[in-house]
């Protein structure tokens, strides 16, 4: 491993662009390689062996290229396959839970955090588990947001969008009926929701499972002397099926239009 090999990030499809653009925007010199099982999407309704499975296609995808770490940035497939994958993979293996997880556990006041995810992530107890490992006193509230995912990729997720507020709020009323002071943001599509959800709930602090994974990956890969030193950045896209809807709705994810191709990996290479 390398400071100029690849950091791999893989996602159960386009949301975690999400994840990638943190890290682009925290890591400008990194060499970027992103896979979307774009096939597969959604993970979140999935039972947590087909799952798993899922991953380790994903991972083994990429550990083609010479990596020098591994990002998973799909809450719910860290939420369950993370170790199978540790077990796996000779790797730096970075998630999205953990970061989330210590920036909640300290961050709270009242103790009261509420975690807005994926079917498959609450049930597989990984945030509470996480949080209590920084914090044993936490109470945490999971909650399934199934209509959160559908409604990003479809584009609806600006403050004003009275589609949006109404969904949110019926969300966020169960929250606040828990009386919760922190709400980790823990699937990859939800970051794009904060200032909709910031707006909705203002005395409530919200964090984004990607930021804080794009901080945590940063801090890792420099005390691993892993981190680039002024290597020209460069970004690669993968997906498991339809190339041209992954290239066309990326810009909601980045912010902007996605400039690179976008290549199909088959699944004879999976
Ligand atoms: N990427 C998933 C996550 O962060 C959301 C989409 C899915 O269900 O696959 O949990």
Redesign the pocket.
């Known amino acids: 491993m390398n400071r100029e090999d690849y950091i791999g990030i893989f996602?159960?499809?386009i949301?975690?662009l999400t994840v990638f653009k943190s890290i682009m925007d925290k890591m400008p010199d990194e060499k970027l390689i992103y896979f979307g099982?774009t096939a597969?999407?959604?993970?979140?309704?999935?039972s947590h062996k087909q799952i798993r499975a899922y991953a380790m296609q994903d991972v083994k995808f990429l550990t083609q290229f010479n990596l020098k770490a591994l990002v998973i940035?799909?809450?719910?497939?860290?939420?369950v396959a993370s170790q199978t994958l540790k077990e796996n993979f000779d790797l730096p293996i970075f998630g999205?839970i953990e970061p989330a997880s210590k920036k909640a556990a300290l961050m709270t006041e009242n103790g009261r955090i509420g975690v807005m995810?994926?079917a498959?992530?609450c049930k597989s107890g990984s945030y509470q588990e996480m949080i209590h490992k920084y914090n044993p006193k936490a109470k945490v509230f999971p909650l399934a947001c199934p209509l959160l995912?559908p409604l990003v990729e479809d584009g609806r997720f600006k403050k004003d969008d009275k589609v949006v507020q109404l969904i949110l709020t019926e969300y966020l009323d169960s929250l606040k009926e828990h009386d919760v002071d922190t709400i980790v943001l823990?699937?990859?599509?939800?970051p794009l929701l904060e200032d909709a959800i910031k707006s909705l709930v203002p005395d409530i602090n919200v964090i984004s499972?990607s930021e804080a994974a794009a901080e945590h990956l940063s801090h890792g890969l420099i005390e691993m002397s892993l981190d680039s030193q002024g290597t020209k950045s460069e970004y690669r896209y993968y997906v498991s099926d339809d190339p041209e809807h992954f290239k066309e709705n990326a810009g909601t994810f980045m912010g902007k239009p996605l400039e690179e191709e976008v290549l199909l990996v088959n699944d004879s290479d999976l």
């Open positions: 996602d159960s499809g949301g975690g099982d597969h999407v959604p993970y979140g309704t999935k940035a799909c809450n719910t497939a860290d939420s999205v995810a994926t498959a992530t995912v823990g699937c990859t599509h939800y499972s």
